[in-house]
């Protein structure tokens, strides 16, 4: 069978309440940023991009913070809901040779009642 | 609009046999990319096809994977002879144009190689 994987962090939040996931990404060229959402049982889920030229971008409850400096990128998500307990990933377009699309690890968002 | 559709949503086979997975990107998007999922590894992108033509199959592991896609609403990633290493989740996925746009995902087909 397989061994012992990935532990994935996790995030536990009450409902109503802010929520900050980070990511630290790894290749300072890397121009493009998304993340993505994945609930059980499903695909990933876009929820929002930043490009390398803004250092904010906001979306509906959520938003992308770039800090190109220190190569992290965190999304906010406002008032958080049950709804929006899920797996959260990271991904970088990474361009060495052909351009790639690379997911970090993920962390998981629990929301409490 | 349906969505990424993959096929099967489960499999289960056993070591040795072939497998072949199945996907329909989005009408109009012109990039379809093949993701396996596991614990141990997280995301993996296997290869990626823009117009219907692989531009980077580096992520595929072995001569054992193979992928087509013989138009722009079908491909296919076959594994033969599969192995157990092979059980994870695997995700199509497609985009209007390349890597720099918003990919959208199938649910996944969850193998299983017992």
């Known amino acids: 069978g397989e061994s012992v994987g990935l532990h994935l962090p996790t995030l536990s939040v009450q409902e109503g309440d802010n929520s900050i996931i980070n990511c630290a990404y790894s290749?300072?060229?890397?121009?493009?940023f998304i993340w993505y959402k994945q609930e059980s049982g499903k695909g990933p889920q876009f929820i929002i991009d930043i490009r390398s030229n803004m250092d904010k971008r906001q979306g509906q409850r959520v938003t992308v913070l770039l800090n190109k400096t220190v190569k992290h990128l965190s999304l906010q998500i406002a008032a958080t809901q049950p709804g929006d307990s899920a797996v959260y990933f990271c991904?970088?377009?990474?361009?060495?040779?052909?351009?790639?699309?690379?997911f970090g690890a993920g962390t998981r968002l629990a929301v409490h009642p | 609009d349906a969505g990424v559709i993959q096929s099967p949503r489960h499999e289960v086979t056993e070591m040795g046999q072939e497998v072949t997975l199945r996907c329909k990107p989005i009408s109009g998007h012109n990039s379809l990319f093949w993701y396996r999922q596991t614990m141990m590894r997280g995301l993996e992108l296997l290869i990626y096809?823009?117009?219907?033509?692989?531009?980077?199959d580096s992520g595929m592991p072995e001569d054992r994977f193979s992928a087509k896609m013989p138009n722009a609403s079908f491909s296919t990633l076959k594994i033969q002879p599969s192995e157990p290493r092979d059980s994870a989740v695997y995700f199509c996925?497609?985009?209007?144009?390349?890597?720099?746009?918003?990919?959208?995902f199938g649910s996944g087909t969850q193998l299983s190689v017992l």
């Open positions: 290749n300072s060229a890397s121009d493009y």
């Open positions: 096809f823009n117009n219907n033509v692989p531009i980077d």
């Open positions: 991904a970088e377009l990474f361009s060495g040779g052909y351009n790639k699309l690379i």
């Open positions: 996925a497609s985009s209007l144009a390349g890597v720099d746009e918003k990919l959208f």
